[in-house]
């Protein structure tokens, strides 16, 4: 079971993605990218959940597969891998997609975690693009996966206010 959480977040919007309001419970950031080759707005997403369990990622990440499979026509995990230490475990995974209307898309997501103030929180970080604005899109989300941190300054402050 997971629960919506809010968390100091820095990171860097890369060029050329423009943000836009969330509109998906858990998710603290959006962006699109205007400039597609198909008519599919790819776009970028970043959503936290605050988990009591000790479910390791690649389990979150079938999770996550079960939820947006129930609203595809065709789901298939292309690729997963466990990434980081096990001080800072991460996976990610490579899904090809199909929407009922046809449709064929690439989501990338990546599951990362970091302490929280109520012990562990999941970031989930993920990328969806036709294949062909995926090839070219891909290395944004990387460098935007790369430079999300827990803006610790922020946390301290919190902690003092309230002492």
């Known amino acids: 079971m997971a629960d919506s959480v809010t968390l100091p977040l820095g ?5 050329g993605w423009t943000p836009v309001p969330p509109i998906a419970p858990g998710l603290v950031f959006v962006a699109v990218h205007p400039e597609s080759a198909a008519e599919f ?28 499979g129930r609203t595809m026509a065709r789901l298939e995990v292309l690729d997963r891998r466990e990434v980081g230490t096990a001080a800072a475990p991460g996976c990610t995974q490579t899904l090809g997609l199909q929407t009922g ?21 999941v970031l989930e970080l993920v990328c ?15 460098k935007f996966v790369a430079s999300v941190h ?3 300054e922020t946390l301290q402050e919190k902690e003092n206010d309230g002492d």
């Open 41 to 68: 707005t790819p776009n970028l997403t970043l959503g936290l959940q605050q988990r009591a369990d000790s479910l390791p990622l690649p389990e979150i990440a079938d999770e996550a597969v079960e939820r947006l």
């Open 150 to 152: 827990v803006r610790r």
């Open 101 to 121: 209307e046809g449709q064929d898309l690439v989501q990338v997501q990546v599951f990362l975690t970091v302490p929280g103030p109520a012990g562990r929180v």
């Open 128 to 142: 969806t693009a036709d294949p062909a604005d995926a090839r070219e899109l891909v290395p944004d989300f990387r």
């Open 11 to 15: 990171f860097d919007v890369p060029d």
